[in-house]
């Protein structure tokens, strides 16, 4: 997939602009504030039909009443336009070559892309709760259909946590039980294969990036283990007792974690600062690696790394198409040798 061009019209700070893109490297340069993660949202909407930080009414510029976005977008020499219309009056318009788009899950399995900000080290930092949101981006990644299995998991859940709340009859937990053991099997099983696919790509991207001697482990932390649907029900069934307590499911996919381990030591327990993010890049640049035709959106990628390693992240970044932001002058990362012939500089 390539992003060629973007027409941005009052989203954000960006009243009307035009940006075209390249395949390889794409250097957005401009001053804090100039509108660098406004013009990496903008495509992002694009791309997945919101934002990844704000309502829709947010991103409209102060003194308008709309935005509207226009991107044009290459898959298999196949050029997708994509239309993108917001109003105060929460009136909202997705198009694909004129085609209205009503659900946004048909964008996210059309278009692939990896978007890494600084907030991305909480994937480490954070709880549980953001490892398993990523993880299932990951997977929908590779299965979309398993987009559909997250949502009735959640449906199944909320019906058995009622049903546990107001549990009267023994007999009828079993339905739900059922239920969310399949689901949650299957879920168990596409991140368990995700997690291995990903594990692999970091170990590479770690290697190839940061010529280290040190390891980078991604392991799956399921809630319940098991190797069959049954073996999952039974493990399920088996926390009846405490469910009932509790008033709702203690065990299952919504409880699972992944770890990822630095010379095999926990990094959220034991790595520092600089080795979190450059983990959390890895892990981002690996996602990419797994999808090949991702575009990289990369916002102040360069922040806290030594010139080698931005050169060698630059070096991957030349297999994809990367739209990568930086605050520094140009002049500055010119006399770091960052900045070549093969590179389309783009100035705010
Ligand atoms: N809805 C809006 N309408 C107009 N301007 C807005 C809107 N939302 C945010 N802004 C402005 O956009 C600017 C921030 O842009 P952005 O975050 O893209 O900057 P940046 O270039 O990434 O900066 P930095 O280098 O500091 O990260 C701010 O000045 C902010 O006030």
Same mark, same amino acid.
């Given at each position: 997939?390539?992003?060629?061009?973007?027409?941005?019209?009052n989203?954000?700070?960006h009243?009307?602009?035009f940006?075209e893109?390249?395949?390889g490297?794409?250097?957005?340069?401009?001053?804090?504030?100039s509108?660098?993660?406004?013009?990496?949202?903008?495509i992002?909407f694009c791309?997945c039909g919101k934002s990844f930080?704000?309502?829709d009414?947010?991103?409209?510029?102060f003194?308008?009443?709309?935005?509207?976005?226009?991107?044009?977008?290459f898959?298999n020499?196949f050029?997708y336009k994509?239309?993108?219309?917001?109003?105060?009056?929460s009136?909202?318009r997705i198009m694909i070559?004129e085609?209205?788009?009503?659900?946004?899950?048909?964008l996210i399995?059309?278009?692939?892309?990896?978007?890494f900000?600084?907030?991305?080290?909480?994937?480490?930092?954070?709880?549980?709760k953001v490892?398993?949101?990523?993880?299932?981006m990951?997977?929908?990644k590779?299965y979309?259909?398993?987009i559909?299995?997250?949502?009735?998991?959640?449906?199944?859940?909320m019906s058995?946590?009622a049903f546990?709340?107001?549990y009267d009859k023994?007999?009828?937990?079993?339905?739900?039980?059922?239920?969310?053991s399949?689901?949650g099997?299957?879920?168990?099983?596409?991140?368990?294969?995700?997690?291995k696919?990903?594990?692999?790509?970091?170990?590479?991207?770690w290697?190839?990036v940061?010529?280290d001697?040190?390891?980078?482990?991604?392991?799956y932390r399921?809630?319940?283990?098991?190797?069959?649907?049954?073996?999952?029900?039974?493990?399920?069934?088996?926390?009846?007792?405490?469910?009932?307590?509790?008033?709702?499911?203690t065990k299952?996919?919504?409880?699972?974690?992944?770890?990822?381990?630095i010379n095999?030591?926990?990094?959220?327990?034991?790595?520092?600062?600089?080795?979190?993010k =450059?983990?959390?890049?890895?892990?981002?640049?690996?996602?990419?690696?797994?999808?090949e035709?991702?575009v990289l959106?990369?916002?102040?990628?360069?922040?806290?790394?030594?010139?080698e390693?931005?050169?060698n992240v =630059?070096?991957?970044?030349r297999?994809?198409?990367?739209?990568?932001?930086?605050a520094?002058e140009?002049?500055?990362l010119?006399?770091?040798?960052?900045?070549?012939?093969?590179?389309?500089?783009v100035?705010?």
């Amino acid at each position: 997939m390539i992003l060629k061009s973007i027409y941005i019209e009052n989203f954000r700070n960006h009243k009307q602009r035009f940006f075209e893109f390249k395949d390889g490297i794409n250097l957005v340069l401009g001053k804090n504030a100039s509108g660098k993660t406004n013009l990496l949202e903008a495509i992002y909407f694009c791309i997945c039909g919101k934002s990844f930080k704000a309502r829709d009414v947010n991103l409209i510029n102060f003194e308008s009443d709309y935005f509207k976005l226009e991107a044009s977008i290459f898959q298999n020499d196949f050029e997708y336009k994509v239309f993108c219309y917001v109003d105060r009056l929460s009136q909202k318009r997705i198009m694909i070559n004129e085609k209205k788009v009503n659900k946004l899950s048909e964008l996210i399995e059309k278009f692939k892309f990896v978007y890494f900000e600084p907030d991305s080290t909480e994937l480490i930092k954070q709880d549980p709760k953001v490892r398993r949101r990523f993880l299932d981006m990951e997977v929908a990644k590779i299965y979309p259909h398993m987009i559909k299995t997250f949502q009735d998991y959640q449906k199944a859940l909320m019906s058995r946590n009622a049903f546990l709340k107001s549990y009267d009859k023994k007999d009828i937990i079993d339905v739900y039980d059922v239920e969310l053991s399949k689901l949650g099997y299957q879920i168990a099983k596409k991140r368990e294969e995700t997690i291995k696919k990903l594990s692999e790509a970091t170990k590479q991207v770690w290697y190839e990036v940061f010529e280290d001697k040190s390891t980078i482990d991604l392991v799956y932390r399921p809630s319940i283990e098991s190797s069959s649907q049954e073996e999952y029900y039974n493990q399920l069934k088996k926390q009846f007792e405490k469910d009932l307590n509790f008033g709702f499911t203690t065990k299952g996919v919504h409880r699972d974690d992944f770890d990822v381990l630095i010379n095999q030591k926990s990094a959220k327990e034991y790595a520092s600062e600089g080795q979190i993010k =450059l983990a959390c890049i890895a892990i981002y640049l690996a996602s990419a690696k797994l999808f090949e035709r991702s575009v990289l959106l990369l916002d102040d990628i360069f922040s806290e790394l030594d010139d080698e390693k931005r050169k060698n992240v =630059l070096g991957l970044c030349r297999d994809y198409q990367a739209i990568i932001t930086s605050a520094e002058e140009k002049e500055s990362l010119i006399s770091a040798g960052l900045i070549k012939d093969d590179i389309n500089l783009v100035q705010l």
